[in-house]
């Protein structure tokens, strides 16, 4: 019975070895792959064109004045101090009676050229806090018996404070004062022209020498005195940048 299965053996040995060896064939085919050729350059990043600028000759800019809080003096026919006839004409009849400007540009004018007077206050009983010099001027320019624009008042009491807050701090009696006698002086010369009033020679001569009331109400108030006229028609287009001729 040992012997019959020695065949059986043998092939079965033989089976095992022939696997084996195919085993190890297999193998060696898998590991010895082809090498790979490559027929294309490797890719490679191409950086973005940066855009290039090209210089060109731009003109400069000359720099302009800006305009400043204060206004600039135009020279108009009012600061030729004469009209056509020669006779001294600085202010228009219609412009001492215009009622304005008001308080706040008053006080914008005031401030631009002589900013001392920003701080101005002055303490009145009609008002329940203090003032500012444009409210004062506005209030000191009317009154029950006068209306004079308070644009000449402000004009006519800053030069004659020198363009100085008063050391006593009030403005109101001064401005009033201002106020009045331009008033005044204006209907003197109006009595004059329309009703024959003031026939002695002197004042035949300085009625004769002006066009109109309003000039010669500033021509009186300053003594008669043509420099301190020229230099309050320059005053005035300064503080509001037009001519006292000109109504507003």
């Known amino acids: 019975m040992k012997n019959q299965w020695k065949p059986v053996l043998l092939v079965g040995g033989l089976l095992i070895v022939l696997l084996t060896l195919g ?9 010895t792959r082809p090498t790979e050729v490559r027929t294309t350059a490797p890719h490679t990043l191409t950086p973005a064109l940066s855009p290039t600028f090209t210089a060109t000759a731009t003109p400069s800019l000359t720099p302009t004045a800006q305009p400043t809080n204060t206004p600039t003096i135009t020279p108009t026919p009012g600061c030729g101090l004469t009209d056509a ?10 412009v001492l009676d215009y009622i ?14 002589f900013p001392q007077w920003a701080s101005f206050r002055q303490t009145v009983p009609w008002w329940d806090e203090p003032i500012s010099a444009g409210q004062v001027v506005e209030d000191a320019s009317f009154d029950e018996t006068f209306e004079i624009n308070p644009a000449v ?20 009696s001064r401005a009033q004062s201002v106020s009045e006698q331009l008033h005044g002086l204006f209907w003197k010369y109006a009595r004059w022209k329309h009703l024959g009033e003031h026939k002695d020679e002197e004042a035949q001569a300085r009625f004769q020498d002006v066009a109109n009331a309003a000039t010669y109400a500033l021509y009186a108030f300053f003594h008669f005195d043509r420099a301190a006229l020229k230099e309050w028609c ?10 006292p001729l000109i109504v507003p």
Not at 155 to 172: E, I, K, R, S, Y
């Open 23 to 31: 085993a190890c064939s297999g193998g060696s085919a898998e590991t």
């Open 85 to 94: 006839e020669g006779k001294l004409y600085v202010l228009a009849d219609d």
């Open 100 to 113: 304005g400007p008001d308080a706040e540009e008053l006080d914008r004018a005031l401030n631009a050229l």
């Open 153 to 172: 008042t402000l004009v006519t009491v800053g030069m004659q404070l020198d363009w100085q807050p008063p050391a006593d701090g009030d403005l109101f």
């Open 234 to 243: 320059e005053m005035y287009q300064a503080l509001y940048g037009r001519s």
